[in-house]
Structures are given as C-alpha cells and as structure tokens.
C-alpha cells in the first residue's frame, strides 16, 4: 500500500517568514495529492490540492509543488500570519481511489 | 448548512464496554468514512464504504466494526473497548464528482478508555 512520509513534525517560524512542508509517497500510482489543515479543536479542512498532471498550483499565499520523478511533493506558504498556525496534513492517493494514505502532520507555529 | 455531524462529541467509557459513534451528514455524498487521530500518527483509515451495501476495512479495523444504516449514516462501534484505543475519531464524506476528492471530516469524537 501507499506510505505517506511527512516532515519536519513542528515547524517553527516568525510572521512574515515562509514555511515549507515536505512529503514523499511510494507508490508510483498516486496521482492526486491534497493538503489539509487543522487549526487547534478544529476538524482538518482541505487548503490545496494538485494532480500529478500539474507541477505546480498556486492560491494566494499558499503553493504546492509536485516532483514526480522523485516522488514527493511540498506546500509552500509565504508571508506566514498568526493564524496560519496550525497543523497540517498532505496526503497520496490514486486519483478515483477516493482512498487517501495521510502523512503524519506538520506543527506550524507563527509567532507574531 | 450541509454537514457532517458526530455524536457524542466526548466520551469517557471503561475497558471492556461496548460502545458506539455516530455519523450523520446532509451532503448527500455517497463515500463515508472513519478515521482515528493520534498525536504525531497523523489520520489513519479504519473503515470505509463507498454506499449503503458496500463496507471495506483500512488500515486499521482490528477492535472496531461499523454499520452503514443509510447513505446518510455511519457508525462505528468498538465490542470491547481498550485503553489504547482512546484518541479522536473524525467521520468524513467524500464527494466523488471526478474534479476533486476531497474529504469532509465532522467535529470530531473524544474518546478516552479507562
């Protein structure tokens, strides 16, 4: 099955700095790669998504780049505010699956 | 607002009771499923079912069962809780429109065995 590797487990930034989360997948299949985030007591909502047929995507502050050849992918948040604290999540799929494997989150904390 | 919702939304049970989560959602999405959360394990499957007849185990089932009542509703029961089975749990739906796949999750369901 897929394995999702996630890193740094906390990242720690100042206001204004940029952030960047990076995952790696194993299996080669994988087509649809998608970010969540988990503000504290919340339930984790989808930010950003990106297919493999796209090597990058942008919103806004937020970016997510894909390296299919080496198979990982990273999202990109600049400009970071305060309430861009949170943890957040990438996740691998087969696109139609409808079945994604979660890496183990990303502790981001901005201090103002 | 369509939504997922989960009841109860705290739980303290005792080893060896039996007890059940409850999933509701008025997104009329077909694919529902259970998820656990651990601190630095992240969203790990436990169940799924992509409609009222199908249901599939994950990454994690073993200790748990669930029940599909209606394509509304999904529940999820531990037969014989343990300690180590507290955590949160998160019910999520899945729209399958083929543009996105993205997750709905509900509020959560803190269950703490003692």
């Known amino acids: 099955g897929e394995n999702v590797e996630q890193h740094p487990s906390t990242l720690s930034v100042q206001e204004g700095d940029s952030a960047v989360i990076k995952c790696t997948y194993s299996d080669s299949a994988s087509n649809y790669f998608p970010w969540y985030k988990q503000e504290l007591g919340k339930r984790p909502q989808l930010i950003i998504d990106?297919?493999?047929?796209?090597g990058e995507k942008k919103d806004q502050r937020i970016a997510v780049t894909l390296n299919k050849t080496a198979k990982h992918f990273s999202l990109h948040i600049t400009e970071t505010q305060p309430e861009d604290s949170a943890v957040y999540f990438c996740?691998?799929?087969?696109?139609?699956?409808?079945?994604?494997?979660f890496g183990r989150g990303t502790s981001l904390i901005v201090h103002p | 607002d369509a939504d997922v919702t989960q009841t109860p939304r705290n739980r303290i049970t005792k080893t060896g009771k039996r007890i059940m989560l409850e999933c509701s959602q008025t997104k009329g999405h077909d694919r529902m499923y259970w998820y656990r959360q651990d601190p630095g394990l992240g969203l790990r499957l436990i169940y799924y079912s992509f409609d009222v007849k199908d249901i599939n185990k994950g990454e994690i089932s073993d200790g748990y069962s669930v029940s599909r009542q209606a394509q509304a509703k999904f529940s999820l029961s531990l037969e014989s809780a343990i300690p180590n089975q507290t955590a949160l749990y998160f019910c999520?739906?899945?729209?399958?429109?083929?543009?996105?796949?993205?997750?709905?999750f509900g509020p959560g369901t803190r269950l703490l065995v003692l």
């Open positions: 999520a739906t899945s729209d399958g429109d083929g543009r996105r796949e993205t997750q709905y």
């Open positions: 990106i297919r493999s047929n796209v």
């Open positions: 996740a691998a799929s087969r696109g139609g699956s409808y079945i994604p494997t």
